[in-house]
């Protein structure tokens, strides 16, 4: 409208509502830098949402927020409040009362004036003994009468938030509509726990009784959920109570609710509600502490939110086995930490399902997981890096877009033939749908391609090659910050005998006391281990059994590693270690380089650091086999190893 004036500001409630959806594979790089920079796999995947995606808030923001709103919570007051306050309610009804008798000279004023002054010290009880007390003063057994009526109006409030307005009157058509309701309530839950079908006999309840429930819950387990909420904070107050002052304040509550049903109807709901849902915190306390005396009402309000956020507390908690961003409760992120809050879970919820429905992460019983497409990215991230240094040291130049050829081109070409998997001869191929067009006598343009005028790119088989990349997981490896560079290295390696060189055979075989063939997906999640050992000879072992598994191919084995060997198989099997390293060790790995030199393999070593022992044996290796070492820097050693297997599988032979 005209004359409206506007005042605009930066949005400080939560991420920017205008802001695009996270991007996924920004992610996935994201994860991926770290896990080739050491990192465990799984620890980044889980600190990607605890963190957020950059620039992103993520669970551990919302953790902090809701733990900082619990200590405040426990500050909030003291729960004690309801006994106090009824105690200065019947201290201010004695005063008005006494006040009154003073002004009288009658024997029945000087009667009233003893049994005021011979009222037990304990509030609940002379409030029980004065039930029947004829009050001289109207102010005073007003006063006195409120006493009952607000702690049997806070009890009822409390649990069903819909009686507020209600219960103002007092009269007897309220408590009447209220047995009803709390009658046909427990048998509805008494029914559903049989496990009868509740369906039909909820609508019916909620149309009778909907008044009562402003929450508008929509099933039996949302009204069993909000119900059970309220009713355990209820008996966690109590537990919160000293012995001295739950006995007051229970003593006050069974005076509140009087002698009719509704006391046990009260009691019969909390059973019933305790029976569905045990996992709730019944019997746990609190210990609060605040200036303001809390009434009931607020009391138990408190602790309610205490109780849910200790739940919200648990649920991003995402430690816990099988924990799933799909446990936390949006609803009560947003009624605990607010709208912003909310919204970031629900963006964190949907980067997770996108992660997982495009296919990058799985999730398994330890939780979330890369997935093959993912790996393959992360390869192929290792890769170009590696490649970038290659070009970078004029050390020779690899595309990746020539990914997938299975030959060197020879120049000629033929035509497509269903199967051929060599690249398309592209000029070739549009060249002939042109003459096509042009013979038919219906122009050149537009050009469509028909399956006729397709031809492929000749080219000459290359030698195919089996290669064992054997890789150091002993403890030193991590300690001296080389674990990085050797998931990057292997992964590279990995991506390019698959794209590059599709007809080699890779397997890689980590090592420490044990060794063991590695995937890639296992490759990403390896974590360090405080194991002590270095079995070169059993790495070895295995790599010979990968070589003959592949008679006709060129036979190559890299090994990185950056220490002497100090462990090695037995005859039985188990691996035998010792440091300083013994001669048997020695020997028995001897023995394995001999059978891979024999059999013709190409086996270089890549030895990282200048330990002296390490040193004299690989140039021994390396002598005996006549393979080659080098000697890299952790950060370089992706740069040697691909560059040397390119070398190697050229074919010695």
């Known amino acids: ?126 409030i029980e003994e004065l039930r029947d007390y004829d009050w001289q003063s109207a102010e005073a057994r007003q006063t006195y009468e409120q006493i009952l009526d607000g702690l049997r109006r806070e009890v009822v409030e409390q649990r069903f938030a819909g009686m507020r307005d209600a219960l103002q009157n007092g009269d007897l058509a309220t408590d009447q509509r209220l047995s009803e309701m709390l009658g046909d309530l427990n048998d509805l839950l008494g029914r559903h726990a049989r496990g009868e079908d509740t369906g039909d006999a909820f609508q019916q309840f909620m149309e009778k009784h909907g008044e009562f429930f402003p929450e508008k819950p929509e099933n039996v387990e949302e009204l069993i959920d909000s119900l059970a909420r309220r009713a355990a904070a209820a008996e966690r107050l109590m537990r919160s109570l000293s012995p001295q002052q739950q006995e007051e304040l229970s003593r006050l509550m069974d005076q509140a609710l009087g002698d009719g049903p509704l006391r046990g109807q009260l009691g019969e709901l909390t059973d019933n509600l305790r029976a569905l849902r045990p996992q709730l915190n019944w019997g746990r306390g609190e210990r609060m502490r605040g200036r303001e005396e809390l009434g009931y009402g607020d009391a138990t309000a408190a602790l309610e939110d205490l109780a849910e956020l200790d739940d919200l507390l648990d649920q991003l908690d995402d430690g816990r086995p099988g924990a799933t961003l799909d446990d936390v409760d949006v609803e009560a992120v947003e009624r605990q930490l607010g709208r912003g809050a909310a919204d970031d879970v629900r963006r964190l919820r949907e980067l997770e399902r996108e992660l997982r429905r495009q296919g990058w992460v799985t999730r398994d019983g330890d939780g979330l997981t890369l997935s093959p497409k993912a790996l393959r990215r992360l390869g192929r991230t290792a890769l170009a890096q590696i490649f970038k240094d290659l070009t970078g040291k004029q050390r020779g130049e690899h595309d990746l877009r020539d990914a997938g050829a299975a030959g060197d081109l020879i120049g000629s070409s033929r035509r497509w033939q269903f199967g051929d998997e060599q690249p398309l001869d592209v000029v070739r191929t549009i060249g002939n749908a042109v003459r096509r067009r042009a013979g038919g006598g219906t122009g050149t343009l537009p050009v469509r391609l028909l399956p006729e005028d397709f031809e492929v790119a000749e080219t000459e088989r290359r030698a195919s090659a089996v290669v064992a990349l054997c890789v150091d997981l002993s403890y030193s490896m991590f300690a001296d910050e080389r674990w990085g ?32 063939p590695l995937t890639q997906g296992e490759l990403a999640a390896i974590e360090p281990d405080m194991v002590k050992g270095t ?110 297997y390119v070398r190697s599988r050229r074919g010695k032979r």
């Open 485 to 516: 560079p050797m998931k990057q290295t292997a992964l590279a390696l990995s991506h390019l005998v698959a794209t590059q060189f599709p007809q080699d055979s890779l397997q890689i075989i980590g090592f420490n006391k044990y060794a063991m």
């Open 1 to 126: 409208m005209a004359g409206n004036r506007f005042r605009y500001g930066a949005w400080n409630d939560g991420p920017d509502p205008l802001a695009p959806p996270y991007d996924v594979r920004a992610a996935v790089d994201e994860v991926g830098e770290r896990v080739l920079a050491g990192d465990n796999l799984r620890d980044a995947l889980r600190d990607l949402l605890r963190q957020g995606p950059r620039e992103g808030r993520g669970l551990d923001d919302l953790r902090s927020r809701a733990q900082r709103l619990r200590r405040e919570a426990l500050r909030r007051g003291n729960l004690d409040g309801a006994v106090t306050r009824a105690r200065q309610q019947l201290d201010q009804a004695l005063a008005a009362e006494r006040d009154e008798l003073r002004g009288r000279d009658d024997l029945d004023a000087r009667f009233n004036e003893a049994v005021l002054d011979n009222l037990p010290r304990s509030t609940s009880r002379a």
């Open 535 to 644: 079995n070169l000879q059993h790495a070895l072992k295995l790599a010979g059994r990968h070589l003959r598994r592949h008679p006709g191919a060129e036979p190559v084995v890299l090994v990185v590693t950056d220490g002497e060997p100090t462990a090695h198989l037995e005859d039985d099997g188990t691996a035998w270690f010792n440091w300083p390293t013994l001669p048997e060790t020695v020997e028995a790995t001897v023995r394995e380089v001999d059978q891979l030199t024999r059999y013709g393999a190409t086996l270089n070593l890549f030895m990282l650091g200048e330990d002296p022992g390490l040193r004299r044996f690989v140039d021994a290796v390396a002598r005996r086999s006549g393979g080659r070492v080098f000697s890299p820097e952790a950060e370089e050693l992706g740069r040697y190893v691909v560059d040397d």
